[in-house]
């Protein structure tokens, strides 16, 4: 019987000791079902704190107003502003999506229409510089209009004049010539020497323009084209293309004249510099010489600035072009590699 009594009572006190947990915990853990915040508009004054720009109401935090207003303009801002995407209400959590506008190119219309002085160039009258200045001087007419204005366009079918004289674009022609002695390097010549275009007169009709000048002793590559922007280009000084000479003197150069070359020299338009310079087969009066500059008889200058004369000098190579297998005072067409070599400019 005693122990029957003691087996009850100890039931007895269990239950109690679990009920008053389970009261506990009730009080402790809010109901999961309920709502995340409660109404605290009866909440005193004593009960709130701030804490790091937060209020703490009894357990829970709500936003500070500041917060709620700044969000409300926001969110208002993105439903006015016109954007390429759906806009959202605001949230802590989810990151605000960047909204760019890609304003869509307009697409270029080729009306065929190519600018005067390309025209120009395109016909073998001259280079595009040279065409701006003669538009500007009031020599050409389209339609018989006078065009003074430099970025005028014209198409295939007007009416171009150059000097009252009617021309058409030509077929780009490229010449390589193996310029002779006593040979000039002009389209005209007043005492009617021999030129370079009596020499390729029967390469083609159309008119065609030696690309630089070689004095009329100088012998070598010269190239003869229509195409005056190509020509424009390998001759400005701005481009400075690679030129080799092969220069004979009247005596041999002295090893102190060659370093001094080198060097590079002083010359009454200023200072002159080689690239390369060696002698030719243990020969001190014959020479190889590799040069960028464009000036006016530059090879010839340089050597004269020492004492010596030029007794022969031949252009061995320029802008990628050399005279192999071409006999002095013969021509040759250009090859489609070397014209395209050219025209990328894929050389020294």
Same mark, same amino acid.
Request: hydrophobic share 30%; charged share 35%; net charge positive.
């Given at each position: 019987?005693?122990?029957?009594?003691?087996?009850?009572?100890?039931?007895?006190?269990?239950?109690?000791?679990?009920?008053?947990?389970?009261?506990?915990?009730?009080?402790?853990? +809010?109901?999961?079902?309920? +709502?995340?915040?409660?109404?605290?508009?009866?909440?005193?004054?004593?009960?709130?704190?701030?804490?790091?720009?937060?209020?703490?109401?009894?357990?829970?935090?709500?936003?500070?107003?500041?917060?709620?207003?700044?969000?409300?303009?926001?969110?208002?801002?993105?439903?006015?502003?016109?954007?390429?995407?759906?806009?959202?209400?605001?949230?802590?959590?989810?990151?605000?999506?960047?909204?760019?506008?890609?304003?869509?190119?307009?697409?270029?219309?080729?009306?065929?229409?190519?600018?005067?002085?390309?025209?120009?160039?395109?016909?073998?009258?001259?280079?595009?510089?040279?065409?701006?200045?003669?538009?500007?001087?009031?020599?050409?007419?389209?339609?018989?209009?006078?065009?003074?204005?430099?970025?005028?366009?014209?198409?295939?079918?007007?009416?171009?004049?150059?000097?009252?004289?009617?021309?058409?674009?030509?077929?780009?022609?490229?010449?390589?010539?193996?310029? +002779?002695?006593?040979?000039?390097?002009?389209?005209?010549?007043?005492?009617?020497?021999?030129?370079?275009?009596?020499?390729?007169?029967?390469?083609?009709?159309?008119?065609?323009?030696?690309?630089?000048?070689?004095?009329?002793?100088?012998?070598?590559?010269?190239?003869?084209?229509?195409?005056?922007?190509?020509?424009?280009?390998?001759?400005?000084?701005?481009?400075?293309?690679?030129?080799?000479? @092969?220069?004979?003197?009247?005596?041999?150069?002295?090893?102190? @004249? $060659?370093?001094?070359?080198?060097?590079?020299?002083?010359?009454?338009?200023?200072?002159?510099?080689?690239?390369?310079? @060696?002698?030719?087969?243990?020969?001190?009066?014959?020479?190889?010489?590799?040069?960028?500059?464009?000036?006016?008889?530059?090879?010839?200058?340089? $050597?004269?600035?020492?004492?010596?004369?030029?007794?022969?000098?031949?252009?061995?190579? $320029?802008?990628?072009?050399?005279?192999?297998?071409?006999?002095?005072?013969?021509?040759?067409?250009?090859?489609?590699?070397?014209?395209?070599?050219?025209?990328?400019?894929? $050389?020294?």
């Amino acid at each position: 019987m005693r122990t029957q009594k003691k087996r009850s009572t100890t039931s007895n006190s269990t239950k109690k000791y679990t009920d008053r947990k389970a009261d506990r915990n009730a009080e402790r853990k +809010p109901d999961r079902f309920a +709502p995340k915040f409660k109404n605290y508009s009866n909440a005193s004054v004593d009960e709130t704190t701030d804490s790091y720009s937060k209020k703490r109401v009894g357990k829970s935090l709500v936003k500070p107003k500041e917060d709620t207003k700044r969000s409300s303009k926001r969110f208002s801002s993105q439903r006015t502003s016109s954007t390429s995407c759906e806009s959202r209400p605001y949230s802590d959590k989810a990151p605000q999506r960047k909204c760019v506008l890609i304003k869509k190119q307009p697409t270029k219309i080729d009306d065929g229409k190519i600018r005067l002085n390309r025209y120009l160039a395109n016909s073998g009258v001259c280079s595009r510089r040279e065409a701006d200045e003669y538009i500007s001087a009031g020599v050409v007419r389209v339609n018989d209009v006078i065009i003074t204005e430099l970025g005028y366009k014209v198409s295939y079918e007007d009416k171009v004049y150059f000097h009252n004289d009617l021309i058409r674009p030509e077929k780009k022609t490229y010449i390589l010539l193996n310029k +002779p002695k006593n040979c000039v390097t002009t389209s005209d010549d007043p005492q009617e020497r021999l030129t370079v275009l009596d020499l390729v007169k029967s390469a083609t009709n159309d008119r065609v323009y030696p690309v630089g000048r070689l004095d009329r002793n100088t012998t070598g590559v010269l190239l003869l084209t229509n195409d005056g922007d190509l020509a424009s280009k390998l001759t400005h000084p701005k481009y400075n293309k690679k030129k080799i000479y @092969h220069v004979g003197l009247d005596k041999a150069l002295t090893r102190e @004249h $060659f370093d001094k070359i080198k060097a590079g020299l002083v010359l009454e338009d200023g200072l002159i510099e080689v690239d390369e310079l @060696h002698y030719l087969e243990d020969m001190n009066d014959e020479l190889g010489v590799e040069i960028h500059s464009g000036r006016n008889r530059i090879v010839r200058r340089i $050597f004269e600035s020492l004492g010596y004369k030029v007794v022969k000098l031949d252009r061995v190579y $320029f802008c990628g072009l050399t005279k192999k297998k071409l006999a002095r005072g013969k021509w040759r067409f250009l090859s489609q590699m070397e014209i395209n070599m050219l025209k990328m400019g894929s $050389f020294e």
